[in-house]
């Protein structure tokens, strides 16, 4: 009989098959790791853990005062985790199939000012090398022009680059493709950064190979040192405040839709799945409308 702990090795292998993202595997395993051990203190078959017990294990988070958004991912991970056992025949009934959940914390995401962004450039920009200073204006220039993801700009190849449509094909999550246009800006600053470091575009070899590489070894630079880069960079630039990639991500869909660009559209070139996950970016234009409206109006 398979003990708990080898129908979650069994999902996080199932996640990694389907391409799923590492943060989301890593957030799954983290998760379940912590309701097994819950569940190792009175075991049971897997087919006899049943909403009384799930709701038990709920019960024990919320006596930790977890942040709401924390809880709700806890939540999502054990509601994927019994589905893939209904799916996989593990089990006839669903525990989580009914779990009320609580309402997610509406937060104002964090962006940057047309002006903060200039001064994040030019600290990008800043180094004595060329290739350092190419590197890392084509990203932030990509990055900025897409609204793609931290971990999708580190996994792009020079193949992935359409420099004649100025479109990127990116792999989001779920291993779903789409396609992303890229500002002129954003596409000079590639291609001057290619060139310079010596990437033939007619050559097929070439075409595989990832955009974004350190210096010494050319190794696909990862999330987590472009996450340093660009916080150091915003803490040279004076900017009080976290900076992070996924800031920049929160700059261009809130400056797209402060120009008219409609919701749907901003929705397509993130790669949500949701409308719902795009409207938090409405707030700030509408609170911005509410503002505007106070100064302007003579009856507000």
Same mark, same amino acid.
């Given at each position: 009989?398979? =003990?708990?702990? /080898?129908?979650?090795? $069994?999902? &996080?292998?199932?996640?990694?098959?389907?391409?799923?993202?590492? $943060?989301?595997?890593?957030?799954?395993?983290?998760?379940?790791?912590?309701?097994?051990?819950?569940?190792?203190?009175?075991?049971?078959? @897997?087919?006899?853990? /049943?909403?009384?017990?799930?709701?038990?294990? %709920?019960?024990?988070?919320?006596?930790?005062?977890?942040?709401?958004?924390?809880? %709700?991912?806890?939540? !999502?991970?054990?509601? !994927?985790?019994? =589905?893939?056992?209904?799916?996989?025949?593990?089990?006839?009934?669903?525990?989580?199939?009914?779990?009320?959940?609580?309402?997610?914390?509406?937060?104002?995401?964090?962006?940057?000012?047309?002006?903060? %962004?200039?001064?994040?450039?030019?600290?990008?920009?800043?180094?004595?090398?060329?290739?350092?200073?190419?590197?890392?204006?084509?990203?932030? #220039?990509?990055?900025?022009?897409?609204?793609?993801?931290?971990? #999708? !700009?580190?996994?792009?190849?020079?193949?992935?680059?359409?420099?004649?449509?100025?479109?990127?094909?990116? @792999?989001? =999550?779920?291993?779903?493709?789409?396609?992303?246009?890229?500002?002129?800006?954003?596409?000079?600053? &590639?291609? /001057?950064?290619?060139? %310079?470091?010596?990437?033939?575009?007619?050559?097929?070899?070439?075409?595989?190979?990832?955009?974004?590489?350190?210096?010494?070894?050319?190794?696909? &630079?990862? +999330?987590?040192?472009?996450?340093?880069?660009?916080?150091?960079?915003?803490? =040279?630039?004076?900017?009080?405040?976290?900076?992070? +990639?996924?800031?920049?991500?929160?700059?261009?869909?809130?400056?797209?839709?402060?120009?008219?660009?409609?919701?749907? !559209?901003?929705?397509?070139? &993130?790669?949500?799945k949701n409308l719902s996950t795009?409207?938090?970016?409405?707030?700030?234009?509408?609170?911005?409308?509410?503002?505007?409206y106070g100064k302007s109006h003579?009856?507000?």
């Open positions: 009989m398979k =003990k708990l702990e /080898d129908h979650i090795t $069994a999902f &996080l292998r199932n996640l990694r098959e389907r391409h799923m993202s590492p $943060a989301t595997i890593r957030a799954y395993s983290i998760d379940l790791d912590e309701f097994c051990r819950f569940m190792n203190r009175k075991p049971v078959k @897997i087919s006899e853990i /049943d909403r009384t017990i799930i709701r038990s294990y %709920l019960t024990t988070l919320k006596s930790r005062a977890l942040k709401s958004a924390s809880f %709700l991912r806890k939540i !999502s991970s054990l509601r !994927s985790f019994f =589905k893939y056992l209904m799916r996989t025949e593990e089990i006839t009934q669903n525990p989580c199939l009914t779990l009320g959940t609580p309402r997610r914390e509406a937060k104002i995401p964090n962006f940057l000012t047309p002006k903060e %962004l200039e001064h994040l450039i030019q600290e990008l920009c800043t180094s004595k090398k060329p290739e350092m200073v190419a590197r890392n204006r084509a990203w932030i #220039e990509l990055v900025y022009s897409s609204g793609i993801r931290v971990s #999708e !700009s580190s996994q792009l190849d020079v193949g992935n680059v359409d420099f004649w449509n100025k479109t990127i094909t990116v @792999i989001g =999550k779920g291993n779903k493709e789409r396609i992303v246009p890229i500002g002129t800006p954003g596409i000079r600053a &590639l291609r /001057d950064y290619l060139k %310079l470091k010596g990437n033939d575009l007619s050559s097929q070899a070439s075409l595989k190979q990832p955009i974004f590489t350190n210096l010494k070894e050319r190794k696909r &630079l990862s +999330p987590r040192a472009l996450h340093r880069m660009v916080a150091e960079a915003a803490t =040279k630039a004076g900017i009080q405040r976290t900076i992070s +990639p996924h800031v920049i991500r929160h700059t261009f869909a809130t400056h797209l839709l402060d120009a008219g660009c409609d919701l749907r !559209s901003v929705q397509e070139m &993130l790669g949500h795009t409207q938090i970016y409405a707030h700030v234009t509408g609170e911005r409308l509410k503002k505007a003579p009856r507000s």
